[in-house]
């Protein structure tokens, strides 16, 4: 696993919308962020595996291998990160488990610049 080689927060967005995920990126990246995507459940593990975040914003929904699953998974292999689970269902079962993982935090779409 790479080790940071840069100050500026690291940050994994996962996400298969595209207008979401440019959206974010947009703002992330317009703070300073250094920030990459994965599109799928299976492509997040292969960047939670390949480097280190400080920040991984997961969405709940998404193909391959879902949300929740590459959270249990990913908080293995970055005991360090903050896993955010971002979600357009909203559903209190499903933010109760995401915390029970570990997740930092648990948020709702649409998604604001704040």
Partial sequence: MQQHSTSKPRVLVTEDDESVYRFIVAVLERDGCVVEVAQS???????LERELFDIVLLDVNLPGIGGLDVLAVGR????????????????IGTAVEAMKLGAFDYISKPIGVD
Avoid: I, N, R, W
């Fill in 41 to 47: 459940g299976p492509e997040a593990l292969k960047a």
């Fill in 76 to 91: 293995t292999l970055q005991t360090d990160a903050e896993f955010v689970m971002v979600t357009g269902d909203g559903s």
